[in-house]
């Protein structure tokens, strides 16, 4: 006998067969991954949505739409409130299927060392 967990789960995957459906679902997850991580750095920092929006030259409803999802979130965007946080950001993409913890990403910190050294001696033309 089919549980509705049973016919949930097969509907999912009948939906995740669909490469638009897929798409999308990976268009969702990133925009999830990115939202949550905004308000985990807000929280953390001691920062409200107000104090956000002063930082960034916005309004208030401007900082909410963006972390509630009713804005386009773009990398300038995200680019702008992580640069007003202090904080800068790596991509760590991974196969799909397989679940990464942000604990089990590759330590670039080096990397990153190097790459913003680097940089300090680049002269804009």
């Not at 590759?106 to 033309?125: F, G, L, M």
């Amino acid at each position: 006998m089919n549980t509705n967990k049973e016919y949930e789960k097969t509907l999912m995957d009948e939906f995740l067969e669909d490469p638009e459906f897929a798409r999308l679902m990976a268009q969702g997850d990133l925009i999830m991954e990115v939202t949550e991580t905004l308000w985990e750095l807000l929280e953390k920092e001691k920062i409200s949505r107000k104090e956000l929006a002063d930082r960034l030259g916005k309004s208030k409803g401007f900082v909410s739409q963006v972390l509630n999802g009713g804005r386009n979130l773009t990398l300038r965007t995200v680019g702008d409130i992580l640069h007003v946080l202090g904080y800068k950001v790596r991509l760590v993409p991974y196969k799909e299927g397989k679940k990464v913890q942000k604990e089990e990403a590759p330590d670039r910190r080096e990397e990153v060392k190097a790459a913003e050294e680097a940089q300090s001696y680049n002269i804009p033309i």
